[in-house]
């Protein structure tokens, strides 16, 4: 396998100087997704060999699986295989150091055999997490240490110890010299507490866009070990969590750690039961929205507010809006009713924007009852939307399973479908 990574130069065909670095590039790029034919083109000759190797380790996923089984003899700790991969993974990088230079987008994930831990006894805790260091501290060093290029990190779901319900903390002290290089500008972290993502923050240096899934908030206190030496200017933030998860981030993040107030695109998702009207959150929603008033170009919601949209965002200066609008526990009529009822008072309180996208996702509606119960209100919408020049067409998704279907949409956008204005798509769609 070692040999097929590194890709060893063959004779050089006669032709091979001939062929300029732009078309090899060009030929790789078409079939970048195909991984044999990228392994065969890296044997080519010298001319292909890096070019090839660049796509070949450009994300690089490094998985490892926790066996456990229940055993008569519960004193055997769980058993950790490491695929043969990542040792010769080890071996590629030591033997040829400038492959790690190549590798710009890093996938870090543990897995676990969950059924395992509803009997396994307290007293295995530190045998597991024994093994596991000693897993992390034999191969990180020799992996993670060499690829200070990367610039993409992600942290995915199943990283959470299935006991503590937190990102070992092994992982995190392991990953500190990718999370200290001056090349990551993106970081995913989609499981562990609020701390797990304080801690990785405060290690990092320029980074620009991150992205924060299901994470779990903590009572305690916020203390990180360190903060990076100015508060992190991030340009991209996207929350995918629960309420309080998003409020706590959002509202109590460590003074000098992330500075909220220059991102350029918001994705606020919030998951589980909540009421689209919620004080707190709308509030803490409508406030961050509000302090990036003067860079905001791209806004995903699927909160709704109550302050105007266009007060709350520069209408010369934002370019795309995407809406959610989700049915809730209450009836999804009534929670679609401040949406349609929001948005009517938005784009009438303005006179003049430059929208080049604008998409409402209708998620969960298995009816068309629902939506058409608010027939006029959508109309009085779409006379107003259709009088704005500066909307170049109204997006609307909808979920496949569900029996509203385009030519409802079309029906309650009359105005925006004959000036051919209005896109309807079904898809697979939620949260």
């Not at 240096?205 to 903590?218: A, E, F, K, P, Y």
């Not at 302050?307 to 370019?319: S, T, Y």
């Not at 209708?362 to 779409?382: H, I, P, Q």
């Amino acid at each position: 396998m070692q040999d097929r990574l590194v890709a060893r130069a063959q004779p050089q065909p006669c032709w091979s100087g001939s062929v300029p670095t732009e078309l090899i590039a060009m030929i790789i790029d078409g079939i970048a997704e195909e991984q044999s034919t990228l392994r065969s083109c890296a044997l080519v000759c010298r001319a292909w060999t890096p070019i090839a190797q660049g796509y070949i380790f450009h994300s690089l996923h490094i998985t490892v699986h926790i066996d456990c089984w229940k055993s008569p003899l519960l004193f055997l700790a769980p058993f950790i295989h490491v695929s043969k991969n990542v040792g010769v993974l080890s071996r590629l990088l030591r033997s040829s150091p400038h492959i790690a230079s190549y590798v710009k987008r890093l996938t870090v994930t543990t897995t676990y055999d969950h059924w395992f831990y509803c009997s396994i006894p307290a007293t295995l805790v530190d045998m597991f997490n024994t093994k596991l260091g000693h897993f992390w501290n034999h191969f990180l060093p020799s992996i993670l240490q060499s690829l200070d290029r990367v610039e993409e990190l992600a942290v995915p779901r199943n990283m959470r110890h299935p006991l503590s319900e937190k990102v070992p903390k092994i992982l995190i002290d392991g990953l500190g010299c990718v999370l200290r290089s001056s090349s990551l500008t993106s970081l995913a972290v989609l499981s562990g507490n609020l701390n797990d993502l304080y801690s990785m923050l405060g290690e990092c240096r320029r980074l620009r866009d991150l992205r924060v899934g299901n994470v779990t908030c903590l009572h305690e206190t916020p203390n990180p070990s360190s903060f990076p030496p100015l508060p992190l200017k991030l340009q991209f933030l996207a929350i995918t969590s629960c309420m309080d998860a998003y409020l706590d981030f959002v509202n109590k993040s460590p003074r000098g750690l992330v500075d909220f107030s220059h991102l350029k695109r918001l994705e606020i998702i919030i998951r589980g039961s909540f009421f689209a009207m919620e004080a707190d959150l709308v509030l803490a929603t409508e406030d961050l929205i509000r302090r990036n008033k003067e860079t905001l170009q791209d806004l995903v919601l699927n909160v709704c507010p109550e302050e105007c949209l266009f007060n709350l965002v520069d209408p010369a200066r934002i370019r795309n809006v995407h809406l959610i609008l989700a049915s809730s526990p209450r009836p999804a009529s009534q929670n679609l009713e401040a949406w349609v009822r929001w948005l009517t008072r938005s784009f009438s309180g303005v006179k003049w924007i430059r929208l080049e996208q604008c998409l409402f996702q209708l998620n969960g509606f298995n009816t068309s009852a629902d939506v058409m119960a608010l027939y006029d209100e959508w109309r009085k919408l779409d006379t107003i939307m259709s009088s704005r020049p500066g909307l170049a067409r109204l997006n609307v998704r909808l979920w496949r399973s569900g029996s509203l279907t385009s030519e409802n949409i079309e029906d309650i956008f009359p105005s925006l479908t004959a000036a051919g204005r209005l896109h309807v798509q079904v898809a697979d769609i939620g949260f």
